[in-house]
């Protein structure tokens, strides 16, 4: 295992004022973003539309890696340039979502495992000859009544650190992403509780499996309650709780944690990320992995059309500038008004 080019790689990602984007929707996952704009999802359409995303002036001011889906590793921008290589000229890491996907967990009604493991050695050794710095694999926890159950948070944990292991081996970064679903009707504080058992659960599993914490980098969910609940938390609350359960259970060695938005809007992802900087004390960098809260307005403003580049552009830029300053928690709500 290379260790210093792992920590060297996680650690550019962790640059401070920047963040990730996750372009990685699934085939399946961005047919539906696109069906929300009356847009056709084909192989020209998926990739123009990350092309526009990538090509925004100024991209690697606050987005230092971004995450593919395996058809963009492979594919070429309209003028012939890999997506990858255009990802890279602008100064930020291109990386892979590995696994395939969320399946139904035997004898779990209701839960899923993230499958993915069979192959992935060989897989692991193309991304890296395609250039890819760092991966992801996303397992997803969902709150209901009766669960989590124990079975799924550490079958979820024991594939995720066998990712990891995977992944380090090639010399590539693994994040590790254990979601804790927002869409229930629980409140804050059951979100706090499945969180923290999440958490530990897949450190113990990375610590058994071996992996170099500094080289690898961890994409929770905040705390917060969900998106049903009727007892919705204060920006500082979601902050408080999100640093205290994060406190509890990462070790101090992880080199940075890059949160997903889950379903919140782009503003609160926003204010939330702030608020966690501006008033906490931290042993790791804090900062965003965002999809659906880094793109929203701009696929609005894009609409499918080439003629509306520059506005989407306009609209990704503001909105990762607004990331970037509340990674280091100098976001306010005046400078979205501004804008
Ligand atoms: P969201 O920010 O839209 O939750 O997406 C992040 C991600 O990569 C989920 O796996």
């Given at each position: 295992?290379d260790k210093?080019?792992?920590?060297s790689?996680a650690?550019?990602i962790?640059t401070p004022g920047?963040?990730?984007l996750a372009a990685?929707?699934?085939?399946g996952?961005?047919?539906k973003?696109?069906?929300?704009?009356g847009?056709?999802?084909t192989p020209?359409?998926r990739n123009?539309?990350r092309?526009m995303l990538f090509r925004?002036?100024?991209f690697g001011e606050?987005v230092?890696g971004?995450?593919?889906f395996?058809e963009q590793l492979r594919?070429?921008?309209?003028?012939?340039t890999?997506?990858?290589?255009?990802i890279e000229?602008?100064g930020?890491v291109?990386g892979?979502?590995?696994?395939?996907g969320?399946?139904d967990l035997?004898s779990a009604?209701g839960?899923k495992?993230?499958?993915?493991l069979?192959?992935?050695?060989e897989?692991?050794?193309?991304y890296?000859e395609?250039?890819?710095g760092?991966a992801?694999w996303?397992a997803?926890?969902?709150?209901?009544?009766?669960?989590?159950t124990q079975?799924?948070?550490?079958?979820?944990?024991h594939a995720?650190a066998?990712?990891a292991?995977?992944?380090?081996e090639?010399?590539?970064v693994?994040i590790?992403e254990?979601?804790v679903?927002?869409?229930?009707?629980?409140?804050?504080?059951?979100?706090f509780e499945?969180t923290?058992?999440?958490l530990?659960?897949l450190?113990d599993e990375l610590?058994?499996?071996r992996i170099?914490l500094?080289?690898?980098?961890?994409?929770?969910?905040?705390?917060?309650a969900?998106?049903?609940s009727p007892?919705?938390?204060?920006?500082?609350?979601?902050?408080?709780?999100t640093?205290?359960c994060?406190?509890?259970?990462?070790?101090?060695?992880?080199?940075g944690?890059?949160?997903?938005?889950?379903?919140?809007?782009?503003e609160?992802?926003t204010?939330?990320l702030?608020?966690?900087n501006?008033?906490?004390?931290?042993?790791?960098?804090l900062?965003?992995?965002y999809?659906?809260?880094?793109?929203?307005?701009?696929l609005q403003?894009w609409q499918g059309?080439?003629?509306?580049?520059?506005?989407?552009q306009r609209?990704?830029?503001?909105?990762a500038?607004?990331?970037g300053l509340?990674?280091?928690g100098?976001w306010?709500?005046?400078?979205?008004?501004?804008?």
């Open positions: 295992m210093a080019k792992l920590e790689i650690k550019k962790m920047c963040g990730i990685d929707e699934s085939t996952t961005i047919k973003r696109f069906d929300s704009i847009v056709e999802s020209e359409t123009g539309y092309e925004t002036p100024g606050h230092s971004v995450i593919l395996d594919a070429d921008g309209s003028d012939g890999p997506l990858r290589q255009i000229d602008a930020s291109p892979i979502k590995v696994d395939k969320a399946k035997a009604p839960e495992v993230a499958e993915g069979d192959g992935l050695r897989r692991f050794a193309e890296a395609l250039g890819a760092f992801k996303r997803v926890i969902d709150i209901a009544d009766g669960i989590p079975y799924c948070i550490d079958t979820n944990a995720l066998r990712y292991a995977l992944s380090q090639a010399g590539i693994p590790v254990p979601e679903l927002m869409d229930g009707a629980h409140d804050i504080d059951r979100c499945v923290e058992a999440v530990n659960a450190y610590f058994a499996q170099f500094e080289g690898s980098l961890l994409k929770p969910n905040m705390v917060i969900g998106k049903r007892k919705q938390a204060s920006a500082e609350e979601v902050a408080g709780k640093v205290q994060l406190k509890r259970a990462v070790p101090a060695a992880v080199t944690i890059v949160f997903l938005s889950g379903g919140q809007s782009e609160e992802a204010a939330h702030n608020a966690m501006a008033s906490h004390d931290l042993p790791w960098p900062s965003f992995s999809g659906r809260a880094l793109q929203q307005a701009a403003a059309k080439d003629e509306n580049w520059a506005a989407a609209a990704f830029a503001h909105r500038k607004m990331n509340a990674a280091k100098e306010n709500v005046g400078l979205e008004k501004a804008a």
